[in-house]
């Protein structure tokens, strides 16, 4: 079955930098890649996803990147504010099998 | 519309009593999905229902069983709680068929489960 691994499990930022996320899968059927935000007392919220059929996503500050032949994909998020601390999640998903969640990141936007 | 509504917030069992944990979603979502999070586990999937009357097995269903009541509802039940389900059960709804997660899945608020 499917495997997801994510890194960094915890991440520092300064407020005004970037922060990259970088999660791998080891299905190649895998086609939908999900990444969810939980908020602290929250259950988690999707945030942005792409399918295997496109390489690279963007939504303001946020993009995600597709690597089919390395089997990774990354969430790149850009000029972080206070309200990007959050605890992070990737998934990997395909049509015949079930959803595989990463372990998530804890990301701390520092002042 | 209220989403996904879990209840309840937090429970406290002793080992071997049983209880059921109730959701709801009032977005006509066909699919609906039961998970666990633990501390560096991540969200791992407990069972799921890709429509009404229809259930299947995720990665870590046992000591668990499912019943999808309706479209609306979807129950988890300990049949005879272990202290190693202490968990948040967060239950989540999407509206394919598949119950693959290959859209958008709406989160509850959580139940907070601790077993003594």
């Known amino acids: 079955g499917e495997n997801v691994e994510q890194h960094p499990s915890t991440l520092s930022v300064q407020e005004g930098d970037s922060a990259v996320i970088k999660c791998t899968y080891s299905?190649?059927?895998?086609?939908?890649f999900p990444w969810y935000k939980q908020e602290l007392g929250k259950g988690p919220q999707l945030i942005i996803d792409?399918?295997?059929?496109?390489g690279e996503k963007k939504d303001q500050r946020i993009a995600v990147t597709l690597n089919k032949t390395a089997k990774h994909f990354s969430l790149h998020i850009t000029e972080t504010q206070p309200e990007d601390s959050a605890v992070y999640f990737c998934a990997a998903s395909h049509r015949d099998d079930k959803i595989i969640f990463g372990k998530g990141t804890r990301l701390h936007i520092l002042p | 519309n209220a989403g996904v509504t879990q209840t309840p917030k937090f429970q406290v069992l002793k080992t071997g009593q049983s209880m059921t944990l109730q959701c709801a979603q009032d977005?006509?979502?066909?699919?609906m999905y039961w998970y666990r999070q633990d501390p560096g586990m991540g969200l791992r999937l407990i069972y799921y229902?890709?429509?009404?009357?229809?259930?299947d097995k995720g990665e870590v269903p046992n000591g668990y069983n499912v019943s999808r009541l309706n479209k609306r509802e979807f129950s988890l039940r300990l049949e005879s709680a272990a202290p190693s389900q202490t968990s948040v059960y967060f239950c989540a709804s999407s509206q394919g068929t598949s119950g693959r997660g290959q859209e958008t899945q709406y989160f509850g608020p959580g139940t907070r489960l601790l077993v003594l």
């Open positions: 792409i399918r295997s059929n496109v």
């Open positions: 229902s890709a429509s009404e009357g229809t259930t």
């Open positions: 977005m006509n979502h066909n699919s």
């Open positions: 299905d190649s059927a895998s086609n939908y």
